[in-house]
């Protein structure tokens, strides 16, 4: 028995010793009572100076989510895993991914193990990495923007010199130019709703509401189109917290998509439902030419479009919107079919 209890007792202190991952112990007022070599590389300190420091004293002034958690797995058995930022001795910053145990003697919980793993490293691979990619993103856009401005720029130079050399009226020239005036404009204010933070005006309205006056202030220019737009509320209200307006324009760009991809004229469903989740799921459905799997995999980039005059970014724009509502944009397509856009947001309760 008493050689079962020594190779327990060298297996565990093997675990702590040999880990490469911090290991210490806190007893129930959060003082660290033990640590491993790893947590001294980790931190700077020794163990003899960790030993009697609350482990408090290792955290950033601003990581107070971190000291609740722990004082939550302290006192109600709480367990999750967290990201916490401490000090090293030598005054520069750590990031650990932390898991912590609590610790049992005798059915009692008397404190609990820290196993942390540093990611610092791992930190600031990932800042690269999401700074590479946002340089590569502007870099697409600003090639893009020059591309997209150039052209109508190019027509609008000819046009001027055509006018310059011309003995006659110059009314032939006049609504192309507009045309082209207003394609800039277009894409400018898609940039600028990109670019630029928007004044959101959030509060609690009823989505069902919202789609209906959508539906009822395109139904003209549907008809007009020989469209019929069928509407299929869930009969009860649906509150969201959101910007009303943008709500608004981002199913009014479904809806003129839906318009361009029906040429011939159709039916588009507009259908909402409710989720056992609190998700509230509206659902735009047209019998467009629809778009193949090799487009549709491309929608959603800069200055990519299915229409000979399109931008591409005001599918960008919508993604944008709903992401910062919180929900999500679903796009499926068949070929001769339709498309089908489906768009979640969270209930307000």
Not at 155 to 167: C, I, Y
Not at 300 to 307: A, I, L, Q, R
Request: hydrophobic share 40%; proline share 5%; with cysteine.
């Amino acid at each position: 028995m008493l050689q079962m209890l020594e190779e327990s007792v060298d297996r565990y202190t093997s675990l702590k010793k040999y880990n490469l991952d911090a290991i210490v112990s806190l007893n129930t007022s959060g003082i660290i009572t033990s640590a491993n070599p790893a947590a001294e590389a980790i931190t700077g300190y020794s163990a003899l100076e960790l030993i009697g420091m609350p482990f408090a004293d290792l955290l950033v002034p601003e990581e107070e989510g971190t000291q609740t958690q722990l004082h939550n797995i302290m006192h109600e058995g709480a367990l999750a895993g967290m990201e916490m930022k401490i000090v090293r001795k030598s005054g520069q910053p750590a990031y650990l991914l932390a898991t912590p145990a609590p610790i049992y003697v005798n059915r009692r919980q008397v404190g609990c193990y820290i196993i942390a793993k540093d990611i610092t490293e791992q930190k600031r691979k990932d800042e690269l990495l999401l700074k590479s990619e946002k340089l590569t993103i502007a870099g697409q856009l600003a090639a893009g923007v020059a591309h997209e401005i150039r052209n109508p720029l190019t027509a609008l130079k000819g046009f001027v010199q055509l006018m310059g050399r011309s003995e006659h009226g110059y009314s032939q020239y006049l609504p192309i130019m507009k045309e082209e005036l207003e394609r800039i404009e277009v894409i400018i204010s898609e940039l600028l709703m990109l670019a630029k933070p928007q004044a959101v005006q959030m509060k609690i309205a009823d989505l069902a509401v919202l789609v209906q006056e959508v539906v009822m202030l395109t139904s003209a220019q549907a008809m007009l189109l020989n469209i019929e737009i069928r509407f299929f509320p869930t009969g009860e209200p649906l509150p969201i917290r959101c910007d009303p307006n943008q709500i608004k324009q981002v199913f009014v760009n479904f809806l003129k998509n839906a318009f361009e991809a029906m040429p011939q004229g159709g039916t588009i469903d507009v259908s909402m439902e409710t989720t056992e989740q609190g998700l509230t799921l509206v659902r735009v459905a047209d019998q467009g030419c629809g778009i193949s799997q090799e487009q549709l995999r491309q929608l959603g980039e800069p200055f990519y479009s299915t229409k000979e005059a399109g931008t591409g970014l005001g599918l960008l724009v919508s993604h944008k919107i709903i992401e910062h509502h919180k929900g999500r944009i679903h796009i499926a397509s068949e070929v001769g079919v339709g498309t089908t856009i489906q768009v979640t947001l969270p209930i307000h309760r």
